[in-house]
């Protein structure tokens, strides 16, 4: 058994989701537990360098990590040979040119999504990174978390039947910033900085849908922005002009009815931050991050419409949980160490940047059914 060595750059390690999920609960681990093993037992050892515009915050994270690379200097990183991947998880306008940057220097590049703000623009990123002949990768996240996985095995087990009808709820209550500290960066609503949850969730909602359920055909979607005054970072008032709620219908292959609300404001009473429901002839189910539950049509209940007594059912006690039988890992390591397999042993790959620009492709549509009041039809991309 053999170890090898892969060159990593990481961008956009400061923030939240790329401190938390990529770097220590992704690249971090995956050194702590050995490496990634390759089909042929082989072990590959991620070599990090951190970089960032923030020298001294990077060098911080470094060290605490047992980290020994870290710059400011992003190009002379990609001017490094014996680098041959590069990641982002920076802010999203930039994210384009930051991936050409890479792409043109010869990396393999894996990113957060979405991977632009516009259609155009993410296209022609794929189309690049395609005539470069490198490989590259977009976080599916959502894919590989425990309650999906869950909905997976029922489908693929023929529980559900014909499946045609999802619902799913998304978000929580994101504090305004003014008597106790958002949640969020201050940026995600506004419109200038590339905020907004249609953009943000629609491209999460593209592949949970395409992969579960059937290929988004067709979308309608109504957004709103229902606080539109917040507090920043600093403690200064700012206009939030961008969309913190969305409610959108989608049209699937085979007739499945899909339909999802996002909200940054909205109130939590449900099982988890995000469930969905799905329904079919000869089953239902509902899953949230980690925990899934089933009624199969066998088991279903007579429930009697009778607006004048109280309701005597205890709607909740009549689903039954689907066991762990297996061992879940973090959902971004275990995505992380696919690409991973895949860069060094040419692995099967399906989520590259292609996926990513369906997931701008639906949140642009989502955005024009707002302005526009109507159904946007999805077409097929052109590569």
């Not at 590069?86 to 991936?99: I, K, Y």
């Not at 940057?101 to 590049?109: Q, W």
Request: with cysteine; proline share 4%.
């Amino acid at each position: 058994m053999a170890t090898q060595r892969l060159g990593l750059i990481m961008h956009g390690i400061t923030g939240r989701m790329g401190y938390n999920q990529h770097l220590v609960r992704s690249i971090c681990a995956i050194r702590d537990q050995g490496g990634v093993v390759l089909p042929n037992g082989d072990k590959v050892m991620p070599d990090p360098i951190l970089v960032g515009r923030n020298a001294e915050k990077v060098e911080e994270l470094a060290k605490r990590h047992g980290i020994a690379r870290w710059g400011s200097d992003l190009d002379k990183a990609l001017a490094n040979r014996d680098d041959t991947l590069f990641f982002d998880a920076g802010s999203t306008q930039m994210r384009a040119e930051l991936l050409t940057r890479a792409i043109d220097a010869g990396k393999h590049v894996y990113c957060e999504k979405p991977i632009s703000e516009t259609l155009e623009v993410a296209a022609k990123l794929a189309r690049h990174a395609d005539a470069r002949g490198i490989r590259h990768g977009v976080v599916q996240d959502k894919l590989y978390l425990p309650g999906l996985q869950k909905i997976r095995m029922l489908r693929d087990s023929g529980f559900f039947g014909r499946i045609f009808a999802v619902r799913g709820e998304f978000g929580y209550w994101v504090f305004e910033g003014d008597w106790q500290a958002a949640q969020r960066p201050s940026w995600n609503y506004r419109k200038g900085d590339g905020g907004g949850i249609i953009l943000d969730m629609l491209c999460h909602w593209r592949y949970v849908l395409d992969n579960l359920f059937g290929e988004v055909k067709s979308v309608s979607c109504l957004g709103a922005t229902h606080i539109p005054e917040r507090v920043d970072e600093a403690g200064k008032r700012y206009t939030a002009d961008a969309d913190d709620a969305a409610y959108a219908t989608f049209q699937l292959e085979g007739g499945v009815v899909a339909h999802i609300n996002s909200s940054w404001a909205v109130r939590v009473r449900r099982d988890d931050l995000v469930t969905f429901q799905v329904d079919g002839t000869h089953g239902s189910a509902v899953a949230g991050l980690t925990r899934c539950f089933t009624q199969h049509r066998v088991n279903t209940p007579r429930p009697v419409w009778n607006p004048d007594q109280p309701q005597t059912m205890t709607f909740l006690d009549q689903w039954e949980e689907v066991p762990d039988n297996v061992v879940y890992d973090n959902g971004f390591k275990a995505q992380w160490e696919d690409f991973i397999r895949h860069v060094v042993a040419g692995t099967p790959w399906k989520y590259t940047l292609w996926e990513g620009v369906k997931g701008v492709q639906l949140a642009e549509a989502g955005l024009q059914s707002w302005a526009e009041r109507r159904w946007v039809d999805l077409p097929a991309l052109e590569r």
